[in-house]
């Protein structure tokens, strides 16, 4: 089964605090691709990164980065040095190959950053 | 405009009423998708559309009847809709449906009331 696991539901940190948010999934497949997107409050998806199943390395861009290991099947995504404009939604994604690029997204995790 | 719009951003509609929500993507994509986020609930999705066809009928009840007139444009008709089919409803597109690795790209949406 494809499913996606956010246990988080919500995190508050304060203003330059670093924080880590937690993906967790499941999947029937060998080849596949994760996503993180960002959901402020205006309610917009914005896409943040796409990760592919072959390539283990992690990824920074700038107070960004993900860590990929297939052993856990997660994909977390750590934010250094918090900001405020940083508070939003985060969801986790994988899609499925095998139906119409659809995607499964987590339940999310809201991040408070307190000024 | 850039991106993928959508109009209205808010609508407050009566179960009685007919309204309709437009999506557009300026991203010289194929594939558009309908997804319904509730609150407290992961984003479901509800059609997808490939080169005009519909792909993709996530069981979803025949009040909400979705229009794709060409790629670039993608309708949602509303009618007797229920309060519980209170939402956002967000767009999304992507360049085709290929091997589930297609990165999709999110609307503003359009937060939906229904009386």
């Known amino acids: 089964a494809q499913k996606v696991t956010q246990a988080q539901t919500e995190i508050s940190v304060v203003e330059k605090e670093d924080v880590t948010l937690d993906c967790v999934y499941e999947?029937?497949?060998?080849?596949?691709?994760l996503f993180w997107y960002k959901q402020p409050p205006s309610g917009e998806l914005v896409f943040l990164i796409r990760r592919n199943s072959f390539d283990e390395q992690n990824e920074i861009s700038g107070r960004y980065s993900w860590n990929f290991q297939k052993s856990t099947s997660s994909f977390n995504f750590t934010i250094t040095a918090s900001q405020v404009v940083d508070s939003a939604v985060y969801f986790c994604a994988l899609s499925d190959l095998y139906n119409f690029n659809k995607f499964y997204f987590g339940s999310g995790t809201k991040l408070n950053v307190k000024p | 405009e850039t991106g993928v719009t959508q109009t209205p951003r808010h609508l407050v509609m009566g179960m009685t009423n007919k309204k309709s929500l437009k999506c557009e993507q300026h991203l010289g994509h194929n594939a558009m998708y309908w997804y319904k986020q509730s609150a407290k609930k992961p984003l479901e999705l509800m059609f997808v559309?490939?080169?005009?066809?519909?792909?993709e009928n996530n069981s979803v009840p025949s009040r909400f009847s979705p229009e794709c007139p060409n790629s670039s444009h993608l309708f949602l008709h509303l009618h007797t809709l229920q309060p519980e089919d209170s939402a956002l409803y967000l767009c999304?597109?992507?360049?085709?449906?290929?091997?589930?690795?297609?990165?999709?790209?999110f609307g503003p949406g359009t937060r939906l009331l229904v009386l």
């Open positions: 559309y490939n080169f005009k066809e519909q792909t």
């Open positions: 999304a597109s992507s360049q085709d449906l290929a091997g589930g690795q297609e990165t999709q790209y």
């Open positions: 999947t029937r497949d060998t080849t596949y691709y």
